[in-house]
C-alpha cells in the first residue's frame, strides 16, 4: 500500500522500478532479516540515485537536497495516508489537519 500511495504523491517515485521479490544476494538485508526474523509485514528499503531521474517530473536532471527533503515530505504523508487507510477507526483527526495534508500533497510539499 505504501509505494502505491508514494507514486501517487511522489513525482521522484517510481512504481515501476520496484522489487518486490527477495533475493538470494538480498537476504542478509535489514529489510528482509526483519521480515523474516520479527514479522514485520511491511520492511521497505528506499533507493536514491546520484546518477539523476529518467522519468517523470525530474527526468534528465540531477537529484539533490530539495529533491530528497520533498520525497521525505512525501514520505511523511504516505506513512499518514497509510496510517488512516488502516485503522481509520482508532485514528480520528481533526479535519484542520486533514485539509493540510490535503494542502500538503496539492501543492507538491514545497520544502523551504
Known amino acids: ?20 521479490v527477495v533475493e538470494k544476494s538480498k537476504e542478509s538485508t535489514a529489510r528482509v532479516v526483519v521480515w523474516r526474523e520479527i514479522g514485520v509485514q511491511r520492511s521497505y528499503t528506499m533507493e536514491s540515485t546520484l546518477c539523476g ?8 536532471l540531477q537529484i539533490g537536497t530539495r529533491e530528497l527533503e520533498e520525497m521525505g515530505a512525501k514520505f511523511c504523508i504516505g506513512l499518514l495516508r497509510l496510517k488512516r487507510m488502516t485503522s481509520p477507526l482508532e485514528y480520528n483527526l481533526p479535519s484542520s489537519l486533514l485539509d493540510i495534508e490535503n494542502e500538503l500533497i496539492e501543492s507538491s510539499c514545497k520544502v523551504t
Open 1 to 20: 500500500a505504501l509505494p502505491k500511495i508514494l507514486s501517487q504523491t511522489a513525482p521522484a517515485f517510481c512504481m515501476g522500478s520496484c522489487s518486490f
Open 53 to 60: 531521474c529518467d522519468q517523470g517530473k525530474y527526468k534528465g
